[in-house]
């Protein structure tokens, strides 16, 4: 039987996670995490991805832990957050044989309080960023990706904002949309209900979504593909 949507205990596991935050409580209830969350995740990784393939047939889905599916276990040495078991849940779809949050993807994670819906890249790293300077010096494709944002914008989505406040060297003060050049990353989201993930109506709502997204992953991903490799 295909994936039709999580189980409704998914989000009440995740709230006892926010409750018992401890990796001693954790162990005691892995059984609920793997029935509740893992195992969940690994179908709806097949079922979406199979919906995502008809968007873009190379689209990585690999219902697999560090591949599509983000480990539970925080790594504390780089966040600011202490608690060792994360209480939202990722997913990622991603294109090209980069490294996975270096490429042009499609994301989700859900948690008590939300169901975040994405498509983009989180942030630029050095090579890519560099990449994206070099490629938006074009005027046609600084212009395509501007309608892009702007049409996303007018639909209600939500836009990362730029982060630089000066012009990064190499550009013109004159330059044409010039916010574009102070990007550190770019990518679209949209906050949905938590209760959407055990809804009937789950799958096709996320592809609703990432059908409107589709032509932002994409300018992304061709932008990618300039990106130098050592």
Known sequence: MSF?????ESISFLKSVQK???????????????????????AFVEEMGEHLQALVPT????????QSLFRIYRDTRFSKDKTPIKSKVGVIFWQGSHIRMQSSCFYLHFS???????AGIRT???????????????????????????????KGYVIETPHYKRLPRGFEKEISLEYLTRMKAVAVYKSLKPSTISSKQFIPTLYTHYEQFLPLQQWLYDMSLTRKED
């Open 124 to 154: 630029f790293d050095s090579d890519l960023l560099a990449a994206y300077r070099d490629y938006i010096k074009v005027a046609q494709h600084r212009e395509a990706l501007h309608e892009i944002l702007e049409a996303l914008k007018e």
């Open 4 to 8: 039709v949507h999580y189980p409704k």
């Open 59 to 66: 689209i990585n889905a690999i219902p697999k832990i560090n």
């Open 112 to 118: 008590p309080q939300e169901l975040l819906v994405a």
């Open 20 to 42: 018992n935050n401890t990796k001693e409580w954790f162990e005691a209830h892995k059984e609920e995490y793997t029935q509740y969350i893992l195992e969940p995740s690994r």
